[in-house]
């Protein structure tokens, strides 16, 4: 699910000039996706999903999250919890699953691109505060991490370009 800011909001709202007919584009697709949403928030994740999660939790943050670990993290964050239950892990659920992270850690969402944030800085605070709220923290330091997800992200196949 999309969220904006107000201000946002309304110049969306005002370029659209329909408020007065009741089919505004912006908030027609909003009434839509809540709507959506709302008929599916007793939907929950199998098992092998929240394993999934776990997975995807543990290689973007660096601290190990178990199944029960994303549960519980995802008992917070019922778009995301819906959306994993919907079907199997895309590149859209990773970022959501590390924005909930980001959220419950450090009370921010996860960086993206434009932000020009330093990554490493940003993992080495985000591990920091995760141990501190008890989780485990994978490998020894932020540099050996970083190599250990590149390498899982593009592996070398055999017989391919790089062998």
Same mark, same amino acid.
């Given at each position: 699910?999309?969220?904006?800011?107000?201000?946002?909001?309304?110049?969306?709202?005002?370029?659209?000039?329909?408020?007065?007919?009741?089919?505004?584009?912006?908030?027609?697709?909003?009434?839509?996706?809540?709507?959506?949403?709302?008929? @599916?928030?007793? /939907?929950? #994740?199998?098992? !092998?999903?929240?394993? %999934?999660? *776990?997975?995807?939790?543990? +290689? =973007?943050?660096?601290?190990?999250?178990?199944?029960?670990?994303?549960?519980? @993290?995802?008992? /917070?964050? #019922?778009?995301? !919890?819906?959306?994993? %239950?919907? *079907?199997?892990?895309?590149? +859209? =659920?990773?970022?959501?699953?590390?924005?909930?992270?980001?959220?419950?850690? @450090?009370?921010?969402?996860? #960086?993206?691109?434009?932000?020009?944030?330093?990554?490493?800085?940003?993992?080495?605070? =985000?591990?920091?505060?995760?141990?501190?709220?008890?989780?485990?923290?994978?490998?020894?330091?932020?540099?050996?991490?970083?190599?250990?997800?590149?390498?899982?992200?593009?592996?070398?196949?055999?017989?391919?370009?790089?062998?």
């Amino acid at each position: 699910m999309n969220f904006t800011t107000p201000e946002e909001l309304l110049q969306r709202v005002a370029a659209a000039r329909e408020l007065e007919t009741g089919a505004c584009g912006p908030l027609l697709l909003h009434r839509a996706c809540s709507l959506a949403y709302f008929s @599916l928030r007793d /939907l929950m #994740p199998t098992e !092998r999903q929240y394993e %999934a999660a *776990g997975q995807c939790l543990s +290689t =973007l943050t660096g601290l190990r999250f178990s199944a029960v670990q994303a549960q519980n @993290l995802l008992s /917070l964050f #019922p778009f995301v !919890r819906i959306a994993l %239950a919907q *079907g199997e892990l895309t590149d +859209t =659920l990773c970022h959501d699953l590390a924005d909930a992270a980001a959220y419950f850690l @450090l009370g921010c969402r996860w #960086p993206l691109y434009q932000d020009q944030v330093d990554m490493r800085t940003f993992l080495e605070v =985000l591990r920091y505060q995760g141990v501190r709220m008890g989780f485990e923290r994978l490998g020894k330091n932020p540099a050996e991490l970083f190599a250990q997800e590149r390498r899982a992200a593009f592996p070398v196949v055999e017989g391919g370009r790089d062998s």
